[in-house]
């Protein structure tokens, strides 16, 4: 696993861990998807949370060609994508990513 996914994959964990101290009653689950895109010709690594119950997922998408960025997109499981966007990886942080899951998963 490179640096930047690694490092990226512990401010998740994080503010996973504190969405669930905080909302206890909604269970997510995450993953990290560094070799999965890649065999499928992609360039790029990701990191999901999904909710299972309420049927939506955040997934952070970091690309190769885009090193300093991560997009982050808000869809279903079945694939459906709701928003995407880009920002600059220095701006991601616990408090960052802990908004982005109140905001769709509460």
Do not use: W
């Not at 504190?18 to 560094?34: N, Q, R």
């Not at 690594?45 to 970091?62: E, G, R, W």
């Amino acid at each position: 696993m490179n640096s930047k996914l690694q490092d990226l994959s512990e401010i998740v964990a994080r503010a996973n861990d504190l969405f669930y101290s905080k909302v206890e009653h909604i269970d997510t689950l995450m993953g990290i998807m560094d070799k999965t895109l890649r065999k499928q010709g992609m360039k790029a690594d990701a990191i999901t949370i999904d909710c299972v119950v309420l049927d939506k997922k955040i997934v952070l998408l970091l690309h190769d060609d885009k090193p300093d960025v991560v997009s982050i997109t808000l869809g279903n499981k079945e694939g459906e994508i709701y928003s995407s966007s880009e920002y600059e990886l220095a701006q991601v942080s616990e408090a960052f990513i802990m908004e982005i899951m109140q905001v769709n998963f509460t």
